[in-house]
C-alpha cells in the first residue's frame, strides 16, 4: 500500500519540478529521484510503517536506465553514412564521417597508421596541404578531403568523437588505378576472310567508365559502322567490356587498334590480316590467338633433326 502511494503522489509531479534527478546511482546500475516532500504515511499503514516512509525527510525512487524521460544523449555513429571508400589514383577521396546528438562535442579525423592528427572540427592540422576539413553548420556530416591521391595515402583513417573516453569509428581508404587490358595482344594475326574480334576490359575502377572509345591508327572507329562490317559493342559493371567485331577483315583492318576508356590508360595492341593462304593465327574471341598447328611445328623439328644429322655425316674425320 505504501509502494502505491508514494507512487500516485511522484508521477504526478514529474512535470511539477517537486522531483528531481540524484546525482549518485543506487545499487544495480539504476538512476534515482529524491522527492522534495515529505510523503505522510497512507492511511490504513501501522505507526511502524509511516515512519519509515518518512524516516530522514525525503523519499527515494529508482527508475531504470533506459527510462526514455531521463536518458541521456549521446552521441553515436551513422555508420551506414561513413563507409569505406575507394577513390582513384590522382584523384580526390572524400571520407566522410556521420555524427548523431554530437552536442557540445568535437569531431576530429586522425591517420592511423602514424597516429597522425589531421583535422579538429573544420580546422586542418597538417602541414600536408592535400588534406582539408569540411563541415556545414547544422550538419552531421564531418568529412576530410584528401586531394590529388597517391598511393601511400591508403589505409584505415580514424574519426574520433571527443567524449570521456573518446568514441572512434575507422574508414578504409583504398587507392586504385583502373587497369586496361586487350585479351590477344600485342600482336594479332589472322588471315583475310577471317573474323576479327577484340575484347577490351577495364578492372578496379570505383566506377564504370562514362565510355570506351575504339580508335583504328588513331582514327575514332564508329560505334555503329554495320555497313562497313564493324561493330562495337560496350558493357558497364564491376569490370566493364568493349567488344570491337569485324565480321570479315581484309588488308584495310591491318593497323593498331587502341581501347580507351574515360577513366585509365589506353591500352593498344597491332593486328596483322595477312592476305592469301599464308600460315596465320586464328583470333577467337575470349581465347586470344591460337598458333600453327602441331603437326606443323612436329614436321619443322624432324626436318631440323634430319639436316643435322646430314651435316654430321657429310663432315669429314680427321684422322
Known amino acids: ?19 528531481a534527478p540524484v546525482g549518485g546511482e543506487a545499487g544495480g546500475g539504476r538512476k534515482t529521484l529524491a522527492v522534495m516532500e515529505v510523503v505522510e504515511g497512507a492511511e490504513g499503514e501501522g505507526e511502524g510503517e509511516g515512519e519509515e516512509a518518512g524516516d530522514g525527510g525525503d523519499s527515494l525512487l529508482a527508475f531504470p536506465d533506459d527510462s526514455p524521460a ?13 563507409a569505406n571508400v575507394t577513390a582513384l589514383l590522382g584523384k580526390t577521396a572524400l571520407l566522410n564521417c556521420r555524427v548523431k ?32 576539413a569540411r563541415h556545414t ?9 584528401i586531394h590529388y591521391l597517391q598511393k601511400r595515402d591508403e589505409g584505415i583513417y580514424e574519426c574520433q568523437i571527443s567524449t570521456t573516453p573518446p568514441a572512434s ?43 570506351i572509345f575504339w580508335y583504328h591508327n588513331e582514327k575514332l572507329v564508329s560505334y555503329d ?25 581484309d588488308t584495310r583492318h ?30 577467337h574471341e575470349n581465347h586470344g590467338s591460337v598458333g600453327l598447328p602441331s603437326h606443323s611445328l612436329l614436321f619443322i623439328c624432324l626436318f631440323c633433326i634430319m639436316f643435322s644429322f646430314s651435316i654430321i655425316s657429310s663432315t669429314p674425320v680427321s684422322p
Open 1 to 19: 500500500m505504501l509502494i502505491c502511494a508514494l507512487a500516485t503522489l511522484v508521477l504526478p509531479l514529474l512535470g511539477s519540478g517537486l522531483v
Open 70 to 82: 531521463y536518458e541521456l544523449d549521446q552521441p553515436y555513429f551513422d555508420y551506414e553514412e561513413s
Open 101 to 132: 546528438n554530437i552536442g557540445n562535442q568535437t569531431v576530429s579525423w586522425v591517420r592511423h597508421r602514424d597516429i597522425h592528427l589531421l583535422t579538429v572540427g573544420r580546422f586542418t592540422y597538417t602541414s600536408d596541404e592535400r588534406f582539408s
Open 137 to 145: 553548420a547544422g550538419s552531421q556530416d564531418w568529412m576530410l578531403l
Open 169 to 211: 569509428h575507422f574508414i578504409h581508404l583504398s587507392v586504385v588505378e583502373p587497369e586496361t587490358e586487350i585479351v590477344g595482344g600485342p600482336d594479332v594475326y589472322i588471315n583475310t576472310g577471317s573474323r576479327l574480334a577484340l575484347t577490351c576490359s577495364v578492372k578496379y575502377s570505383p566506377e564504370p567508365p562514362a565510355f
Open 225 to 249: 559502322r554495320t555497313r562497313a562490317g564493324v561493330v562495337v559493342s560496350t558493357e558497364r559493371g564491376v569490370v566493364s567490356t568493349s567488344r570491337l567485331l569485324v565480321q570479315v577483315a
Open 254 to 283: 591491318s593497323g593498331t587498334y587502341t581501347c580507351s576508356p574515360a577513366n585509365s590508360k589506353p591500352k593498344s595492341v597491332n593486328v596483322h590480316v595477312i592476305a592469301g593462304d599464308q600460315p596465320a593465327a586464328i583470333v
